[in-house]
C-alpha cells in the first residue's frame, strides 16, 4: 500500500515538473513590436537626353509673313540631376532652330514682300528646376513639372542688309512645363513634355514686329525627349 502510494506521488510529481514550463511559457507576456524600418531615400541619379522641339511662337503674325510660318523645329540636348531631396531634380537643356524667309514691309495691314532674303536663329539656354511624381503602382511612369529661366540667343541676318537692320541679341525670360518619362527598357527612357515660354520685350521696336505689336519671342514648346537615366 505505501509501495503505490509513493509511485503515484512520484508520478504526481514528474508531471508538475513537465508542464511547468509550458505553463511559464504560455502566461509570459509577447514582446513589443520593434519600429518599422525607416524609407530608404532615393539615390542621386542623372538623366541626359537628345530632344526635338516644335516651337509655336507667340509672335505668329511676324513669323508668319517673314517665315512663312510661326512653327519652328529644334534639335538639342539636355540634362538633370534627380532626387536632389525627395522629388526635386535641376536641368541644363539647350536647343537650336533656324528658318529662312523674306523681309517684308508691313503698308495698312498689308504685307509686302521686300525679294531681301532673310535668316533667323534661335538658341534657348533653359536653367531650371521641379519635382517628379513617382507611382509605386507604376514605376515605369513617372509625371513631373517645374519652371526656371530661359535665356535666347537670336539673330538677323540678310544677304544685303546694313548692321543697323542685322540683329544679334540675347534676351532672358521665364519657363514652365510638365511632361512624362517613360522607361522602356532598363536605364532607357523616353518621354513627352508641353512648355511655356515667355521673353517679353524682344520683339516690337521695328519691321513687322511692330507694325503688328507682337513683343514676345516665346510661346508654346512641345518636345519630344529619349535618354537615359542612371
Known sequence: MRGT????????????????????????PKPAPGPAPAP????????????????????????????????FSALGGGGEVLNIW???????????MKESGTRVAVIDGAVVPLGI??????????????WRF??????????????????????????????????????SGFVGFGGLEVVVWKWIVVGGEVQYRSIAGALGTGGASQAFNETNLGGTTFRFLMGVRR
Open 134 to 171: 513617382p507611382r509605386r503602382k507604376s514605376p515605369r511612369f513617372t509625371p513631373y513639372g517645374g519652371a526656371g529661366f530661359v535665356k535666347l540667343a537670336y539673330k538677323e541676318t540678310s544677304e544685303f542688309a546694313s548692321p543697323e537692320e542685322e540683329s544679334d541679341e540675347s534676351f
Open 86 to 96: 525627395s522629388g526635386l531634380f535641376a536641368r541644363v537643356a539647350f536647343s537650336s
Open 117 to 130: 532674303p532673310l535668316t533667323v536663329e534661335m538658341k534657348p539656354l533653359e536653367i531650371a528646376g521641379g
Open 5 to 28: 502510494l509513493s509511485s503515484g506521488a512520484l508520478t504526481c510529481a514528474m508531471i508538475l515538473v513537465l508542464a511547468a514550463p509550458a505553463v511559464a511559457q504560455t502566461s509570459s
Open 40 to 71: 530608404v531615400p532615393p539615390k542621386i541619379g542623372m538623366r541626359a537626353y537628345f530632344l526635338i522641339d516644335t516651337n509655336a511662337l507667340s509672335a505668329s503674325e511676324t513669323f508668319n509673313a517673314t517665315m512663312g510660318s510661326s512653327t
